[in-house]
């Protein structure tokens, strides 16, 4: 299973979290895998070791694939949590009171943005 974090919008108005896998099904080949996603564009971006953003919220519906670096994400409430390299960030926190976060290792934050398309369905599965 892959490790993904949902980040969404609570009722609230703030940013909730929620950790879990990406479900996958027994494939051809002995892989396991997903059916395809629905997207509209994929994009790669690059921050230097050390980078922070403050409070935001997602631009739009996206999943953000960590390819290096190590982050601590907080929301308002105080909560954190952690992405390191393959983890995938299911970010729909996309009105409120958003997130932020920091570089917390001495490695750039590349990532792939991956905007999914209107009603994509994302296999989440929470741990709890």
């Given at each position: ?87 995938i960030l299911l970010a729909e ?36």
């Open positions: 299973m892959i490790r993904c974090v949902r980040l969404w919008t609570g009722d609230d108005d703030n940013s909730h979290f929620a950790e879990g896998v990406i479900d996958l099904e027994r494939g051809p080949h002995g892989d396991i895998l997903t059916g395809k996603l629905s997207v509209t564009t994929v994009s790669f971006q690059e921050t230097v070791s050390g980078g922070t953003l403050d409070w935001h919220d997602a631009p739009t519906r996206q999943l953000v694939i960590t390819l290096s670096g190590t982050l601590d994400f907080e929301t308002r409430s105080g909560h954190h949590f952690t992405l390191e390299p393959g983890d926190d996309t009105a409120g009171g958003g997130h932020r976060w920091k570089l917390i290792d001495n490695q750039p934050w590349r990532r792939a943005y991956v905007i999914l398309a209107a009603g994509a369905a994302v296999p989440f599965r929470p741990s709890k």
